[in-house]
């Protein structure tokens, strides 16, 4: 009689690292003072995005800075996290910058 096969146990999960939800601002080059956030647009009311995903049209996201108060809004889907918000700002400024360099 033979033996049995063992299974071979599978790979161990890697862990995935957290991104970062906080990050410097473009206008006041300020460290950790930009944070985004997701949110659920409405109607009249505005409320915190805690993983309802009940009205998938109307997400809003948002980065502002609490020192030079400048601000950033941009429609989002259920995948875009908060590094997609910021860079999205980034290219954004980067975009206005250009633009402005072309017309002088």
Known sequence: MGKRKSRAKPPPKKRMDKLDTVFSCPFCNHGTSVECRIRVHG???TALFFF???DMKNLIGEA???ICQESFSTNVTALTE???IYSEWIDECERVNNQEDEDA
């Open 64 to 66: 502002s800075c609490r």
């Open 52 to 54: 309802c995903f009940s």
């Open 43 to 45: 109607g009249s009311e």
């Open 82 to 84: 908060a590094i997609d």
